[in-house]
């Protein structure tokens, strides 16, 4: 009898550990289930105005290459950019042309500044003598200063040219949209359709990567970087990536937590996540 009944507490003890381990584990494991997104989704919008030209919709859910995916009218930029670097080009020769002229000036005014300077204090020159030597060396000064000047000027314009250049450059490579690596997620134009400056044209997914979005309680945000994460009842190797410590305007009260993870075959599917205390 007493056999029996030492059988019996030692059983009764058993339960109770195994029962304690249970709720130590329900205390300090949470289960929440997570969508397996992309690792960032972008909205393409448009920074120019034109019409489009070609919209690849044979590249919907395919990773992109350096072609462009989207084209927008370019015709009148190319002919502005044409144009502009000519007139770069022209500006440039008469900046060299011009500071050719404005050595010659300079040692002309150098040697008239020498010659008037001789003539000056001689009695034997009279005051008209004197006074063209003057005027003339006042007319090389000026004609020195002007060739300055317009060298400047054309500096200034070229600056103006270059920026404007710059401006075209990068309006044709805005109308040539390429997302190397990136996948089309989706297309909001389409060929014929006039797009103006803002206007949605795409999205595009980065999927070298994914990311599990779940929401704590306030008590599991401490030392939520330190846990053990199980991803549909196995141990993986990640750990909470980031947790933003402001509450979340939707979910309140609680606290958004991100983990990144190695990219899947097939994304959106659910999974169940756990996080535990390391044992």
């Known amino acids: 009898m007493v056999k029996y009944f030492l059988l019996y507490t030692k059983g009764v003890k058993v339960k109770f550990i195994i029962i304690l381990l249970s709720m130590y584990s329900f ?4 289960v929440y289930y997570a969508k397996v997104e992309p690792y960032e989704v972008r909205d393409i919008s448009s920074n120019v105005s034109g019409l489009v030209l070609f919209a690849d919709e044979e590249s919907l859910g395919k990773k992109l290459s350096e072609k462009p995916y989207i084209k927008i009218d370019t015709e009148l930029d190319t002919d502005e950019l044409k144009s502009v670097q ?13 500071e050719a002229i404005l050595v010659n000036l300079k040692e002309a005014v150098k040697r008239k500044k020498d010659n008037y300077k001789q003539i000056e204090s001689l009695k034997i020159k009279s005051r008209v003598e004197k006074d ?17 000047k317009e060298i400047d000027n054309l500096k200034i314009q070229m600056a103006d040219l270059s920026h404007r250049q710059t401006q075209l450059q990068r309006s044709i490579k805005d109308k040539n949209l390429s ?3 990136f996948v089309l997620y989706s297309l909001s134009v389409r060929p014929g359709q006039v797009v103006g400056v803002a206007t949605p044209l795409a999205k595009i997914a980065d999927v070298s990567k994914a990311i599990l979005t779940i929401y704590l309680d306030e008590e599991d945000v401490k030392n939520a970087k330190t846990r053990a994460i199980y991803l549909d009842d196995l141990k993986s190797k990640y750990k909470i990536s980031r947790i933003v410590n402001i509450a979340d305007a939707k979910n309140i009260s609680k606290y958004m937590a991100q983990i990144v993870i190695d990219a899947p075959e097939l994304f959106s599917k659910l999974v169940k996540v756990e996080v535990k205390e390391e044992k």
């Open 132 to 148: 063209k030597e003057f005027y003339d060396l006042i007319t090389s000064e000026n004609s020195y200063l002007a060739t300055q």
């Open 27 to 30: 205390l300090f494991a949470k």
């Open 86 to 98: 000519k007139k770069l080009t022209y500006s440039s020769d008469m900046i060299k042309e011009n």
């Open 179 to 181: 997302d190397k690596d």
